[in-house]
Nanobody, 127 residues
Framework: QVQLVESGGGLVQAGGSLRLSCTIS????????MGWFRQAPGKEREFVAA????????YYVDSVKGRFTISRDNAKNTVYLDMNSLKVEDTAVYYC????????????????????WGQGTQVTVST
């Protein structure tokens, strides 16, 4: 059984920062790319960022480029999302997810291409 546990959400003022963490309960963590998604009330789940198994390659949705950084520590089976210059529109429940295997090395952005999900952590950005 693969389990993902997120932490680090909370309430922050616009312009502030938060770090989200996601720990996965499998020793094969290094094999899989990982992603972060978010879902705001009344909206569909949205891709935010992804990182390759090695941590060398990353990809971001345009709205967070230059503000968010995804990284991973394979020794700790943990992936991070550092969020800076937060905006009110970043308010959402944030989910980490494990990517399905991808033989060509590209990073997936579709939710259906991720097979295990965490329970989500709330991020609220106030004015």
């Amino acid at each position: 059984q693969v389990q993902l546990v997120e932490s680090g959400g909370g309430l922050v003022q616009a312009g502030g920062s938060l770090r989200l963490s996601c720990t996965i309960s499998r020793r094969t963590f290094i094999t899989y790319a990982m992603g972060w998604f978010r879902q705001a009330p009344g909206k569909e789940r949205e891709f935010v960022a992804a990182v390759s198994g090695s941590g060398r390659d990353t990809y971001y949705v345009d709205s967070v480029k230059g503000r968010f950084t995804i990284s991973r520590d394979n020794a700790k089976n943990t992936v991070y999302l550092d969020m800076n210059s937060l905006k009110v529109e970043d308010t959402a429940v944030y989910y980490c997810a494990r990517s399905r295997p991808n033989t060509d090395g590209s990073l997936y952005t579709g939710a259906q291409q991720y097979d295990y999900w965490g329970q989500g952590t709330q991020v609220t950005v106030s004015t």
